[in-house]
């Protein structure tokens, strides 16, 4: 599989810290007393914070990018479609040292994790990449799938600017919204991502 970038879902609001530090892992916002709000449940949060990844750190400590935005996140947080931007990261982020690779939703109870670039030999790209994840049949392969489509691309601490390459938007009215946050990059209006 030849992947071209990965996609952080960002609050536009949030992109003045994002230019300034990077997308930035939940430690390293809350040790830096950056304030923004997240689109985050919750629910998972608490997940994440108790969670660490095997031989790495706490899952808290990584900045976490998705290989497909197009997901069961950013179909949570479709209300406010004009409000988000999908920030696209260049591919080679994933060649700094202490990446790894989730296979589903590192919050998962069945999350795998591997280091770069071994992961990508065990992702199910089929799935990733699926238009859908509904299985109206069959609900332990829709959650398995649910699952599996929000696999992650975890990075030490930050993803330095240098790395975010453009960004998605949903309309034109975002697009003006992200440029008036001073987000420099490539802007694209790409409906077909959101919901």
């Given at each position: 599989m030849n992947i071209h970038e990965l996609h952080s879902i960002m609050p536009i609001?949030?992109?003045?810290?994002?230019?300034?530090?990077?997308?930035?892992?939940?430690?390293?916002?809350?040790k830096l007393k950056i304030r923004g709000y997240s689109i985050a449940?919750?629910?998972?949060?608490?997940?994440?914070?108790?969670?660490?990844?095997?031989g790495g750190m706490a899952l808290h400590r990584y900045a976490n990018l998705y290989f497909d935005a197009h997901n069961p996140m950013l179909s949570r947080v479709r209300d406010r479609n004009g409000e988000i931007c999908v920030l696209t990261i260049s591919a080679s982020v994933m060649e700094l040292p202490g990446v790894v690779i989730a296979d589903r939703n590192a919050s998962s109870d069945y999350a795998g994790?591997?280091?770069?670039?071994?992961?990508?030999s065990k992702l199910q790209f089929d799935m990733i990449y699926a238009t859908y994840w509904t299985h109206p049949d069959d609900l332990i392969s829709e959650w398995k799938h649910k699952s599996i489509k929000c696999a992650e691309v975890l990075v030490p601490e930050r993803v330095q600017t240098?790395?975010?390459?453009?960004?998605?938007?949903?309309?034109?009215?975002?697009k003006k919204r992200l440029q008036m946050a001073g987000f420099q990059g490539n802007i694209k209006v790409k409906r077909s991502l959101f919901f």
């Open positions: 609001d949030n992109i003045p810290s994002v230019m300034k530090h990077g997308i930035l892992s939940h430690y390293l916002r809350e449940l919750e629910d998972v949060q608490l997940r994440r914070m108790n969670k660490s990844v095997p994790f591997y280091p770069y670039p071994e992961g990508l240098k790395f975010i390459s453009g960004a998605y938007v949903c309309n034109e009215e975002a």
